[in-house]
């Protein structure tokens, strides 16, 4: 993970806008991101290793996330990317991420498209738009 890892640590960095008109929603990821990193450690960390999380701020801007994507590959040798809020955002990394052949876990982005076509990398931890309401309508066809 990034060069800050030690043989005791496991190192992640995540790009999120923590500055510009999205910083409300990267400080809410971030924060949970620090919660999940608090329980993980709590339980023994990874394989026995502490995460360490840093954070990236892209300012939610599609050409800063693509750079930051970057960095975290070719410097700081990420083995994955996971990370951003919005999905013109999560595009640019995915873009990275392909080019790269690294994994990248969309975990907030939305959009249908970051995970359609011929992405081998690029994989979805929440549901796209195109699902936001089969919960409901499955909750209402009930009744």
Same mark, same amino acid.
């Given at each position: 993970?990034?060069?800050?890892?030690?043989?005791?640590?496991?190192?992640?960095?995540?790009?999120?806008?923590?500055?510009?008109?999205?910083?409300?929603?990267?400080?809410?990821?971030?924060?949970?991101?620090?919660?999940?990193?608090?329980?993980?450690?709590a339980?023994?960390?990874?394989?026995?290793?502490?995460?360490?999380?840093?954070? !990236?701020?892209?300012?939610?801007?599609?050409? =800063?996330?693509?750079?930051? #994507?970057?960095? &975290?590959?070719?410097?700081? /040798? $990420?083995?994955?990317?996971?990370?951003?809020?919005?999905?013109?955002?999560?595009?640019?990394?995915?873009?990275?991420? !392909?080019?790269?052949?690294?994994p990248?876990? =969309?975990?907030?982005?939305? #959009?249908?498209? &970051?995970?359609?076509?011929? /992405? $081998?990398?690029?994989?979805?931890?929440n549901?796209?738009?195109?699902?936001?309401?089969?919960?409901?309508?499955?909750?209402?066809?009930?009744?």
């Open positions: 993970m990034h060069a800050s890892a030690t043989l005791q640590t496991l190192g992640l960095t995540i790009p999120l806008p923590m500055t510009g008109p999205e910083a409300k929603f990267g400080q809410i990821q971030k924060r949970s991101y620090e919660i999940a990193a608090a329980e993980i450690n339980q023994g960390g990874i394989k026995g290793k502490r995460l360490v999380l840093r954070f !990236e701020d892209t300012r939610g801007k599609p050409e =800063v996330s693509k750079e930051v #994507a970057k960095k &975290i590959i070719d410097v700081e /040798n $990420q083995a994955i990317l996971v990370g951003e809020y919005s999905s013109r955002c999560a595009k640019a990394v995915a873009a990275v991420a !392909e080019e790269r052949k690294v990248y876990l =969309v975990v907030a982005s939305a #959009a249908d498209d &970051i995970t359609q076509g011929d /992405n $081998q990398y690029v994989f979805r931890q549901v796209p738009n195109a699902h936001y309401t089969d919960g409901l309508i499955s909750f209402i066809s009930r009744w």
